[in-house]
């Protein structure tokens, strides 16, 4: 069985996060970056469902030169080897997507997991719209992994605390949720082992991105004190009014 996981680079929740002067991004040149952990598990789904069935990993990551740090770390965790589609301008899901669908097209993969949605641009579409570049089914927000009769069966997690069971063929595309497996780590002979690892750059497609961020900027705290007058019971009945026609927070 063939699987490749997509999985992202994205700056490290422990940094100070700033905006960059251009006002569209963040000021990343000096951050600390991890692979994002939504693709941590759909990474150790792979691995598991590789032990228990045989076959191959492939990890494919899209980013610049720096992306290279998790590839080696998914590779020192067990990956087999890796596509890595250096681009410096993957900005929104769409182009992320095409630019991965054109790595794995011609790798004939049976399983693509990439995890539900990324830390730091949180779209939850890239594994969908891949999906769709790939022409294959997809499932997401995936709880469980089971091969059965040469297709899935697969666990999705619903709203309200209710979960879907659904049946799927192969191949296809699945978006790993968060928390479905419990993750390993690299070991030190996995860490030597991920240098001798083939990693594959692959040119990225010209495209044109699909949406622009025009500004960005933290949110501003602000307070405002309105004092009520009259009697107790004026006040009383004013500041209900204002809750309820105003703030909204009572009906």
């Known amino acids: 069985m063939k699987i490749a996981v997509c999985v992202k680079q994205v700056v490290s929740r ?3 996060l700033r905006v ?5 991004w963040i000021r990343d040149q000096d951050a600390s970056y991890e692979l994002n952990e939504p693709d941590a598990y759909a990474l150790e789904e792979a691995l598991r ?7 191959e990993v492939i990890v494919c990551s899209a980013g610049p030169a720096r992306v290279s740090q998790v590839i080696r770390e998914a590779l020192a965790r067990g990956a ?6 250096e681009d410096d301008a993957l900005a929104d899901a769409s182009v992320t997507a095409t ?9 004939q ?19 969908v719209v891949l999906a769709e570049k790939l022409g294959l089914p997809h499932g997401t927000i995936i709880m469980d992994v089971q091969l059965a009769d040469g297709g899935l069966r697969v666990k999705r997690e619903l709203e309200g605390g209710w ?3 659904i049946a799927m063929p192969l191949p296809a595309v699945l978006t790993i949720q968060s928390g479905i497996n419990q993750l390993r780590y690299a070991t030190l002979k996995g860490i030597m082992a991920a240098k001798k690892k083939e990693v594959k750059k692959v040119a990225a497609p010209a495209q044109e991105r699909k949406h622009e961020i025009v500004s960005l900027y933290f949110p501003e705290k602000s307070k405002t004190t309105r004092l009520i007058d009259g009697t107790p019971a004026d006040a009383a009945k004013e500041l209900v009014r204002l809750l309820k026609e105003e703030a909204r927070v009572i009906s």
Do not use: I, M, N, P
């Open 14 to 16: 422990e940094w100070q």
């Open 20 to 24: 960059a002067d251009s006002k569209t």
């Open 163 to 165: 979960f879907q069971w």
């Open 80 to 85: 087999d080897r890796a596509l890595h589609v």
């Open 49 to 55: 469902l590789k032990e228990q069935h045989g076959g």
């Open 99 to 107: 630019a991965l669908a054109a790595a794995l097209a011609g790798e």
């Open 109 to 127: 993969c049976d399983l693509v997991l990439t995890g539900l949605q990324s830390d730091d641009a949180g779209f939850g579409q890239t594994g």
